[in-house]
């Protein structure tokens, strides 16, 4: 039976307008007004419908800090279900020691038949050499195209020759790198000398990844991909002094393309000043940061100077956060967010008029499709497009509340956030997937393998 949404709103990157979506088997086969068809009609009047978003930044089931994230695929793909994510790429991590095909394979094992959203892997390089290389070729043809390189923590740090080395060879296959920009002999001299003064509560955490060693290390890897005349994307920016430096970059002629997530948007870091229970929860790198670097990131926003808002979904438990009591640098990094992404962006980015509903549309979706190689298939309302589309109703008020969410971890960062609209369901490939409530069909969803990069 094919399914016809009737009456709603279509949302692209250019435009909004009313629209009626048809539906056939996995696929969109009509856009447009008074469809004749044989179809079950379903009545979206009010609503908007966006393309299914895709978070382009979890770390579901990651083996770190002596632990494994609060959600594996099953959970972690339900919340983002939930939060309207129909698509994640999740970062298959090498191990050291490792090479990248035994890398791949663990994540596919992790993800395959667990899975309730689409998904498709990025490979974080913790080694590189000759062997490292040579698999390159073959990460390419199972449809792996985008790679993770570290700049900071010791067990996954690349050092600047590699990162030339790795950014060359993938230049060779069309291939991009998103970066984590912070630089370690900052952060690890400010930590010892916290250490000396015996400072270990989590109030130091802010202060020994201050907002110039992020700045520091995307100049330095802007540099660096500026010899080597390729693009990169750096992740999880932060700062205003790190946006500076992508602006100096790209006014020399370099493509780079950013990320930011909600927490850089939204939370402050006087959360690192409450009691370590709840100070514990705010612990992700880089730290959530100052007014002056929010405001600066949301009129880069505004002003399409940023390309996508992930999440970096990376959960903890309050008990697993637990280890860092006694010392801040033993709390695991990370918080949740695939869930509430979508709702956040909508209030305090549309409803404040900081973006528009269609730029909403282009950071969550169309530009994360075009950046990680699959757009059209994912990332817009298209014909010949999957149908992955999520039915926002923003007329509904409602409070954010752990209780309420699909995720594992037992605490929300956006706890009792009042926020507008509601996802009214979720389409996954044609299928109902999520009824505003419920989960309806688990575990359907599918290895997205993927071309170049293409934004």
């Known amino acids: 039976m094919n399914i016809l949404l009737k009456g709603g709103t279509v949302v692209s990157s250019k435009s909004s307008k009313k629209a009626d979506v048809l539906i056939s088997g996995e696929k969109i086969i009509a856009i447009g007004k008074n469809l004749n068809t044989d179809a079950e009609v379903v009545d979206v009047t009010s609503k908007l419908l966006f393309p299914g978003f895709i978070d382009a930044h979890t770390h579901f089931a990651l083996e770190v800090s002596d632990t494994v994230t609060a959600d594996d695929f099953e ?11 129909t698509t994640i790429i999740d970062f298959a991590t090498q191990n050291k020691g490792e090479n990248l095909s035994c890398a791949l394979n663990n994540w596919h094992v992790k993800a395959f038949s667990n899975s309730s959203c689409d998904y498709a892997f990025h490979m974080a390089i913790s080694d590189w050499n000759n062997d490292i290389k040579n698999e390159l070729p073959a990460m390419f043809e199972q449809g792996v195209t985008s790679f993770k390189v570290y700049m900071t923590y010791p067990l996954m740090k690349l050092c600047d020759k590699e990162i030339f080395d790795v950014l060359t060879e993938l230049k060779k296959f069309g291939g991009i790198a998103g970066v984590h920009c912070e630089n370690a002999g900052i952060i690890d001299g400010l930590v010892e000398e916290k250490r000396r003064l015996n400072q270990l509560t989590v109030s130091s955490h802010p202060l020994t990844r201050p907002d110039y060693a992020e700045a520091e290390a995307v ?3 802007l540099n660096i ?3 080597v005349n390729t693009p990169v994307i750096i992740v999880h920016l932060s700062t205003k002094a790190a946006l500076d430096e992508v602006m100096r970059a790209r006014a020399r002629g370099q493509k780079v393309y950013v990320e930011t ?7 402050d870091e006087e959360k690192y000043s409450l009691d370590f229970s709840e100070s514990s929860k705010y612990v992700c790198s880089p730290p959530v940061r100052k007014a002056i670097d929010r405001k ?3 009129r880069a926003l505004k002003h399409e100077e940023i390309q996508t808002v992930s999440t970096d979904h990376c959960s903890f ?5 637990g280890a860092g009591e006694s010392d801040f640098t033993k709390v695991p990094n990370g918080m949740p967010g695939v869930e509430t992404r979508g709702f956040l962006m909508y209030t305090y980015g549309v409803k404040k008029k900081r973006i528009s509903v269609s730029q909403m549309c282009a950071y969550l979706s169309e530009n994360p499709a075009k950046l990680y190689g699959m757009y059209p298939k994912k990332g817009a ?12 109703d923003p007329r509904v008020k409602q409070v954010i509340k752990v209780e309420n969410m699909h995720s594992k971890c037992d605490y929300s960062p956006f706890e009792n956030v009042k926020i507008d609209g509601s996802i009214d369901s979720v389409y996954l490939r044609g299928y109902k997937v999520f009824d505003g409530k419920n989960i309806m069909n688990e575990k359907i969803g599918r290895y997205v393998s993927r071309g170049r990069f293409d934004l």
């Open 75 to 85: 959970f972690g793909t339900k919340s983002a279900i939930a939060g309207g994510t």
């Open 219 to 221: 100049n330095r890897l």
């Open 225 to 227: 991909a500026y010899a």
């Open 261 to 267: 997530c909600p927490q850089y948007l939204l939370l």
């Open 296 to 298: 600066s990131l949301w």
């Open 317 to 321: 438990t309050i008990e697993q956060k």
């Open 381 to 392: 309302i298209k014909v010949g497009s999957d149908a992955d589309i999520v039915i926002y």
